[in-house]
C-alpha cells in the first residue's frame, strides 16, 4: 500500500487533502441550511424545498459546460477560477438576512461545485496511472466523508441550525484551498500531461456523442433516481426530522446521523471496494441503488432512534456502492479526450438532488412530518425506478467490452 500511496501525484493529494477540509467546513454549514431556513426565517417546507434544490438545479444547467470547458481551456484556469469564486460565495451565505439572498447564494453555490468537481476529479484521472486509479478515486471518497465525520458535530455546536456564522469559516477555508492549488500548479507545471487541445471535442459534437453513447445514457437516466435518493438524506430527512413529533431534538439527531453515515462509509469503503473491485461496475450501482430505497422505506417506519441509525448504516452501504464505483465507471468508458466532458455530462444525473427537496417539501406540506410512510413510501419506489436502466446499462457494456476484445484478438 506505502508504495502506491508514494506514487500518487502531489496535485492529486492536494485534491484530496483540500476536499476533505471543503467537506469538513461546508457540512458544518450546508445541511443545516434547510433548519435555518424553516426555524430562523420561518419559511414553509416547500420554499425550503425549492430554496435547497436550486443549488443543484444550477448544478445541472453548468454541469456539462464545467468539464466540456476544462477540455477546451485547460484544469488549471477552470479550477481556480471556480475555488475563489465559491470561497466568495459562503461570504454571501454568512451576510444574507432574506429568503431571496440565500437563494441567490445556493444558487451560485450550486453554479461553482458544478464547475469545480468535474474539472477536479478529470484532472484527477489525467495525473493518475490506470493501475492506481480505483485507489485515487476511494481517497478522494474517503477524504469527502473524513470531513462529513466531524463537520456536522461541529457546525451544531457551533449553532448553524440557528446562525451563518459557520460560512465564514467555509469561506476563509476555500481561499486557503485556492492558494494551497496554485501554488501546486506552479510547482507541479513540468510534471503535468498536456491538455488535449488539438482532438478536444467541440460543443454540439460532444452533446452528440455523450447522447448516442448506449451504455452512458442509460447509466445517466439510472443515476438521476440514485442521486434523487441520496437527495433526500440532506433535505427532506433533516425536515423530517426537525418537525416530527416521534423524536425530541431532530436538529441534533439529524447532526448525529450526519457524523454516523460518514463513519460508516471510512469503516465499510476498504471492504466493500476489495470485495467489488472485479465486478462489472454496474453490479455495484444496482445494488446501491436498491438500498438506498430500502432505507428510505425504513424511515418512513422508524418511530425510535434505533431504527433510524439502522437505515443510516443500509443507507451508507447503498451510497458507497453507488458513488465509489461512479467515477471509475466513468473512466472506463470515456476515452482520454473525452474525460472533462463525460465527468461533466455525468452531472446531469443532479437533476434528483434538484427534484428531491421540492418533492420532500411537497409531501411534508402535504401529509404532515407526523405521517412518514406517506412522506418516504413515495420517495423509496421513486428511487427504485434507476434500477431497470442499470440493468439495461451493464448488458450493454459486457456486450460492448466482449466486442471490443472479439475486435482485438481477430487483429
Known amino acids: 500500500m506505502k508504495q502506491y500511496l508514494r506514487q500518487i501525484h502531489p496535485l492529486a493529494w492536494t485534491i484530496i487533502i483540500g476536499t476533505m477540509f471543503g467537506r469538513l467546513v461546508t457540512s458544518m454549514s450546508i445541511p443545516f441550511l434547510s433548519?435555518?431556513?424553516?426555524?430562523?426565517?420561518?419559511?414553509t417546507p416547500t420554499q425550503t424545498g425549492i430554496t435547497v434544490a436550486v443549488s443543484s438545479l444550477a448544478g445541472v444547467m453548468v454541469?456539462?459546460?464545467?468539464?466540456?470547458?476544462?477540455?477546451?481551456?485547460?484544469?488549471?484556469?477552470?479550477?481556480?477560477?471556480?475555488?475563489?469564486?465559491?470561497?466568495?460565495?459562503?461570504?454571501?451565505?454568512?451576510?444574507?438576512?432574506?429568503?431571496?439572498?440565500?437563494?441567490?447564494?445556493?444558487?451560485?453555490?450550486?453554479?461553482?461545485?458544478?464547475?469545480?468537481?468535474?474539472?477536479?476529479?478529470?484532472?484527477?484521472?489525467?495525473?493518475?496511472s490506470p493501475q492506481n486509479k480505483l485507489l485515487v478515486f476511494n481517497l478522494r471518497y474517503a477524504a469527502i466523508n473524513l470531513g462529513v465525520v466531524f463537520g456536522p458535530i461541529i457546525g451544531f455546536q457551533l449553532g448553524s441550525s440557528e446562525s451563518t456564522f459557520p460560512f465564514v469559516i467555509s469561506g476563509?477555508?476555500?481561499?486557503?484551498?485556492?492558494?494551497?492549488?496554485?501554488?501546486?500548479?506552479?510547482?507541479?507545471?513540468?510534471?503535468?500531461?498536456?491538455?488535449?487541445?488539438?482532438?478536444?471535442?467541440?460543443?454540439?459534437?460532444?452533446?452528440?456523442?455523450?447522447?448516442r453513447d448506449r451504455v452512458f445514457l442509460p447509466v445517466l437516466i439510472g443515476t438521476t433516481f440514485c442521486v434523487?435518493?441520496?437527495?433526500?438524506?440532506?433535505?427532506?430527512?433533516?425536515?423530517?426530522?426537525?418537525?416530527?413529533?416521534?423524536?425530541?431534538?431532530?436538529?441534533?439527531?439529524?447532526?448525529y446521523m450526519l457524523s454516523l453515515n460518514a463513519v460508516t462509509v471510512l469503516i465499510i469503503q476498504y471492504p466493500l471496494v476489495r470485495t467489488f473491485r472485479n465486478v462489472p461496475p454496474l453490479v455495484p450501482l444496482i445494488l446501491g441503488n436498491l438500498l438506498v430505497a430500502t432505507s428510505l422505506l425504513m424511515v418512513g417506519f422508524a418511530e425510535g432512534v434505533l431504527m433510524m441509525m439502522m437505515s443510516v448504516i443500509l443507507f451508507t452501504i447503498g451510497e458507497v456502492l453507488l458513488f465509489t464505483m461512479m467515477d471509475m465507471l466513468i473512466d472506463r468508458i470515456?476515452?482520454?479526450?473525452?474525460?472533462?466532458?463525460?465527468?461533466?455530462?455525468?452531472?446531469?444525473?443532479?437533476?434528483?438532488?434538484?427534484?428531491?427537496?421540492?418533492?420532500?417539501?411537497?409531501?411534508?406540506?402535504?401529509?404532515?412530518?407526523?405521517?412518514?410512510?406517506?412522506?418516504?413510501?413515495?420517495?423509496?419506489?421513486?428511487?427504485?425506478?434507476?434500477?431497470?436502466?442499470?440493468?439495461?446499462?451493464?448488458?450493454?457494456?459486457?456486450?460492448?467490452e466482449k466486442q471490443t476484445e472479439h475486435s482485438l484478438m481477430s487483429i
Not at 72 to 82: A, Q
Not at 109 to 128: M, Q
Not at 360 to 373: C, H, I, K, P, V
Open 172 to 211: 476563509m477555508v476555500y481561499i486557503a484551498y485556492g492558494l494551497v492549488l496554485f501554488l501546486q500548479f506552479k510547482l507541479q507545471h513540468a510534471n503535468l500531461p498536456e491538455r488535449h487541445q488539438a482532438t478536444a471535442p467541440r460543443l454540439r459534437e460532444a452533446l452528440m456523442t455523450t447522447g
Open 35 to 43: 433548519i435555518y431556513l424553516t426555524r430562523v426565517l420561518e419559511a
Open 63 to 128: 454541469s456539462f459546460y464545467g468539464g466540456y470547458i476544462s477540455d477546451r481551456i485547460g484544469r488549471k484556469i477552470v479550477m481556480l477560477i471556480s475555488v475563489f469564486s465559491w470561497a466568495g460565495v459562503f461570504f454571501i451565505f454568512s451576510a444574507a438576512e432574506h429568503l431571496w439572498v440565500f437563494f441567490v447564494a445556493n444558487t451560485l453555490n450550486g453554479l461553482c461545485r458544478a464547475v469545480f468537481e468535474p474539472t477536479s476529479r478529470a484532472l484527477l484521472s489525467d495525473i493518475t
Open 334 to 400: 470515456a476515452k482520454p479526450e473525452w474525460k472533462g466532458t463525460y465527468f461533466g455530462t455525468i452531472g446531469f444525473n443532479n437533476i434528483g438532488s434538484v427534484i428531491a427537496p421540492v418533492m420532500g417539501g411537497l409531501l411534508l406540506s402535504q401529509f404532515g412530518a407526523e405521517n412518514g410512510l406517506a412522506v418516504f413510501v413515495p420517495i423509496a419506489l421513486m428511487t427504485a425506478l434507476g434500477v431497470p436502466f442499470l440493468l439495461i446499462a451493464h448488458r450493454r457494456l459486457v456486450a460492448r
Open 228 to 255: 434523487l435518493g441520496y437527495g433526500h438524506f440532506s433535505s427532506t430527512l433533516a425536515q423530517y426530522l426537525a418537525r416530527s413529533p416521534i423524536f425530541e431534538n431532530g436538529s441534533q439527531m439529524f447532526s
